[in-house]
């Protein structure tokens, strides 16, 4: 029995490993005095990147400020340097979503508009979904407003294999481009030409409040949408309390629905992150506040809830990242080879996954976790401000750059040019720093494996100790260890037999090593 434990241990120990952390390569913010806050990035075929960004500034790094709030687009070279901007807008208010880069080397950018001047040619009622074609240059090429008399906002668009545009986002409206709108607030699809004219358009909900935060094209030219849905007639179903399920819907043919999936618990469940996998299986990353419900192991107050659906929208897998405190994602994204995943969002947990709070309101946050949806790494950037990520993007050498929003200065953060920044944090792309470091504690674990009782000691000070489960759950952590405390007796009994890693965070450093549970 007990060789074949110890096999099972050798065998876990390769399967098991919290990877290391990459370091920041570099990071910048951008802005005036008031609020400003980048909602998307994409990488630029110069190895640059194009930042879509919410402006209330008139100072700083914003020049052309219209009133109210504008779009600001910054073009940064490969190492964050500002290359140029430019505010979009009127005299009243805008909204950023989404840009993208066009075959032609320019940027196709969605958001709202509630202007009729400036750079806004006309006004349909309300906030019209707003979408802008500019030059490589950022030389404005066209823009076109689409809805109806209500409030409608754009929140995504892709480029379709044709060259034609499909743009998402959601509407109040009951007429023009939406007078097919089931309820209160539905999703809003439109199929736009290269010139921006509308070709085709359709809503989607119930009614009650439907909304999309997320876009997903598929290689066969499908789509996938994601975002929360109070309803439970129309298009969708599965949701008999009418709460704010998180819903996913999968288009085949672009525009009827084959299959919708409301999913959630009775708290605020919403989708901000897709990813289509093999064999139409749809990964979706929903911030939910939920612990009832369809959410198997909730964390906290608000969680990351990663979701594997069938092609039919059965739930095949889930997992909950976070910890006791708000959690919340904002973009998904898979690595180059497609085995692992990023979601990069915000904390204000400092326990269960979340290590390196920095002490402020929120903290940017990434996950990182492979196809199993087993946490590979987390990191949290930021200081004593509030910071959050709201998008981010893989970088020509495989970094992670991330763009968020930061009022910091301290921590990771430089400094701001007021209220809240622009925020960009560029990853370097290989893992250092975590995990069995150089600078060993001398964590020793005996017995191991263990029955009941594992010794843990060590050879310097130590400031806390984490044990986490081979989910990267956390499973023990003691902290504010006496000064001079140098071990430590853990009882493991009545623990589920298997593989646990030990951290133990010293005052100049750090290890893991892990022990077997019989």
Not at 19 to 31: M, V
Not at 162 to 168: E, I, L, P, Q, R
Not at 308 to 334: E, H, T
């Amino acid at each position: 029995m007990r060789l074949e434990l110890l096999h099972l241990f050798g065998a876990l120990l390769g399967a098991f490993a919290l990877q290391a952390q990459p370091n920041i390569d570099w990071q910048r913010n951008y802005g005036g005095s008031s609020p400003d806050r980048c909602s998307s990035i994409a990488l630029t075929d110069d190895g640059g990147y194009a930042v879509l960004a919410y402006t209330a500034s008139n100072d700083g790094d914003v020049l052309g400020f219209h009133g109210l709030s504008d779009i600001l687009v910054l073009k940064l070279d490969a190492t964050g340097e500002l290359q140029w901007q430019l505010c979009l807008g009127g005299s009243n208010a805008e909204t950023a979503g989404q840009i993208v880069q066009t075959s032609d080397g320019g940027y196709l950018l969605v958001g709202s508009s509630a202007s009729t001047d400036g750079d806004v040619g006309s006004n349909l009622g309300g906030a019209d979904i707003w979408l802008v074609r500019l030059s490589s240059e950022g030389d404005l090429l066209w823009e076109q407003n689409y809805g109806g008399g209500e409030d409608d906002v754009g929140v995504q668009v892709v480029i379709r294999p044709d060259g034609s545009f499909f743009v998402a986002g959601w509407s109040f409206s009951q007429d023009g481009d939406a007078s097919d709108n089931h309820g209160a607030s539905d999703l809003w699809l439109g199929h736009v030409d290269e010139s921006g004219l509308l070709l085709q358009s359709r809503c989607y909900g119930g009614s009650r409040f439907d909304q999309v935060r997320v876009m997903h094209q598929l290689d066969d030219g499908g789509l996938v949408f994601g975002g929360v849905s109070s309803s439970n007639d129309g298009d969708v179903s599965g949701n008999p309390e009418e709460e704010n399920q998180a819903w996913v819907a999968y288009l085949e043919n672009g525009w009827d629905i084959s299959w919708q999936r409301a999913l959630g618990g009775s708290g605020d469940d919403q989708a901000y992150g897709l990813f289509h996998l093999e064999g139409d299986t749809i990964l979706a990353a929903i911030l939910s506040d939920s612990q009832d419900g369809d959410i198997a192991e909730p964390f906290g107050e608000n969680d990351i809830w990663v979701v594997k659906l069938s092609s039919g929208g059965a739930i095949q897998g889930q997992r909950s990242f976070g910890g006791s405190g708000v959690d919340n994602p904002r973009s998904l994204i898979s690595s180059n080879d497609g085995q692992s995943f990023f979601i990069a969002g915000s904390t204000s947990s400092s326990d269960g996954m979340i290590e390196g709070q920095h002490g402020g309101p929120s903290d940017l946050w990434v996950v990182h976790f492979d196809s199993n949806l087993d946490l590979l790494w987390q990191r949290t950037i930021g200081g004593t401000g509030a910071d959050g990520a709201n998008d981010l993007c893989l970088a020509s050498d495989g970094g992670l750059v991330i763009g968020g929003l930061s009022s910091s200065s301290d921590g990771d953060a430089t400094g701001t040019n007021g209220s809240t920044d622009v925020w960009v944090v560029k990853l370097d792309p290989q893992d250092v720093g975590l995990g069995e470091t150089e600078q060993h504690t001398g964590l020793r674990l005996f017995p191991n494996p263990v029955a009941d009782v594992l010794s843990i000691a060590w050879d310097v000070g130590a400031g806390w100790l984490s044990v986490y489960d081979t989910q990267g759950k956390l499973v023990v952590s003691l902290d504010r260890m006496p000064e001079g405390q140098l071990q430590h007796q853990l009882s493991v009994e009545g623990w589920a037999d298997g593989l646990y890693a030990v951290q133990l965070n010293g005052t100049k450093a750090r290890q893991v090593q892990r022990f077997a549970k019989q």
